[in-house]
């Protein structure tokens, strides 16, 4: 079976200190992993992607992510947050054959001036 | 280049009615999934349509229903509606079959049953 496990509902950092979101999945073939970042009213956007090439994805807005195949992780981080990063982020997983998406249940992400 | 639009923003039904919502895709994408979001979740995967047929569901009833027209804009019919269905429905288009592809969300449609 496929799910998507993130840590933590709510997480807090001050401007400037670094950004840790936490994603761990389950799978029974190779996964694509995803990232998406959703602002109020409005819609999901895409901040990166793995899909089993290089195991650090660069994304958009200084964001990357590392999968790690013996943790089944793939944690989101940015060295450095901004106040324009404050959203909900979503973690999302689709099997190798491609025919389900499976999102996390989101992370709210403050940041403090 | 316009991007993913839905109809209506929002819809007010009542339990058991019928509803339909609508999504045009982004020019020149192919495929157009569905996706559920109720209040403090994550988005839950409905369906996925690949040029006009559907490629893919998820854990949702039959009265969940879609169409994908040949300029591959697409709706999503709901049946006898519950309370549980009260929910933001996001439209997503990409270019190719399947899920791995980049997909590209609309803003959603707010659907409240009473």
């Known amino acids: 079976a496929q799910s998507v496990t993130q840590l933590g509902s709510h997480v807090s950092v001050s401007e400037g200190a670094l950004v840790l979101l936490r994603c761990n999945y389950s799978?029974?073939?190779?996964?694509?992993l995803f990232w998406y970042v959703q602002y109020p009213n409005q819609g999901l956007q895409l901040l990166l992607k793995y899909t089993s090439a290089a195991t650090l994805v660069k994304g958009i807005n200084g964001f990357e992510a590392e999968f790690k195949k013996s943790e089944t992780s793939f944690h989101l981080t940015k060295p450095s947050a901004h106040m324009s990063d404050a959203a909900e982020y979503f973690c999302?997983?689709?099997?190798?054959?491609?025919?389900?998406?499976?999102f996390g249940s989101g992370t709210k992400l403050n940041v403090k001036p | 280049e316009t991007g993913v639009t839905q109809s209506p923003t929002h819809l007010i039904k009542t339990r058991g009615q019928q509803v339909t919502l609508r999504c045009s895709s982004q020019s020149g994408h192919n495929t157009v999934s569905w996706y559920q979001q109720a209040l403090g979740q994550g988005p839950q995967f409905i369906f996925q349509?690949?040029?006009?047929?559907?490629?893919g569901r998820g854990n949702f009833p039959p009265r969940f229903s879609g169409l994908q027209f040949p300029n591959y804009s697409s709706e999503l019919n709901v049946n006898a509606l519950e309370l549980d269905d009260s929910a933001l429905y996001l439209c997503a288009s990409s270019l190719g079959q399947g899920l791995g592809n980049e997909q590209f969300f609309g803003p959603g449609t707010r659907l409240t049953v009473l």
């Open positions: 349509y690949y040029r006009e047929e559907e490629n």
């Open positions: 999302a997983v689709t099997p190798g054959n491609f025919n389900k998406f499976y």
């Open positions: 799978s029974s073939v190779p996964p694509y």
